[in-house]
């Protein structure tokens, strides 16, 4: 068994479709949620099941600080030295 779509064995089979179940909440954002896909990440971490998900999601879902709006702190919080056009002048020691 080459472990590629269509030569897979009854094992790796079970794998990837246990492994589609549990990224059913990732699958919509996914760039290509097909077989093809998902074997790469399963192959990476041979077959290993809870090292192929953390590896997709720590690499195909962007932290929530990206995702919700922009915060207050950024918006208000960049000192007025640290603005673009402005120069940060630091006194001599």
């Given at each position: 068994m080459s472990s590629r779509v269509g030569?897979?064995?009854?094992?790796?089979?079970?794998?990837?479709?246990?492994?589609?179940?549990?990224?059913?909440?990732?699958?919509?954002?996914?760039?290509?949620?097909?077989?093809?896909?998902?074997?790469?990440?399963?192959?990476?971490?041979n077959f290993d099941l809870q090292k192929?998900?953390?590896?997709?999601?720590?690499?195909?879902?962007?932290?929530?600080?990206?995702?919700?709006?922009?915060?207050?702190?950024?918006?208000?919080?960049?000192?007025?030295?640290?603005?673009?056009?402005?120069?940060?002048?630091?006194?001599?020691?």
């Amino acid at each position: 068994m080459s472990s590629r779509v269509g030569d897979l064995s009854p094992q790796q089979q079970e794998a990837l479709a246990r492994f589609r179940e549990n990224l059913q909440d990732l699958l919509p954002i996914l760039p290509n949620a097909d077989d093809y896909f998902l074997l790469r990440w399963l192959r990476a971490r041979n077959f290993d099941l809870q090292k192929s998900e953390d590896m997709l999601r720590r690499t195909q879902v962007p932290p929530a600080h990206l995702l919700s709006p922009r915060s207050e702190s950024l918006a208000h919080g960049v000192p007025e030295a640290t603005r673009p056009g402005q120069h940060c002048h630091m006194a001599a020691p």
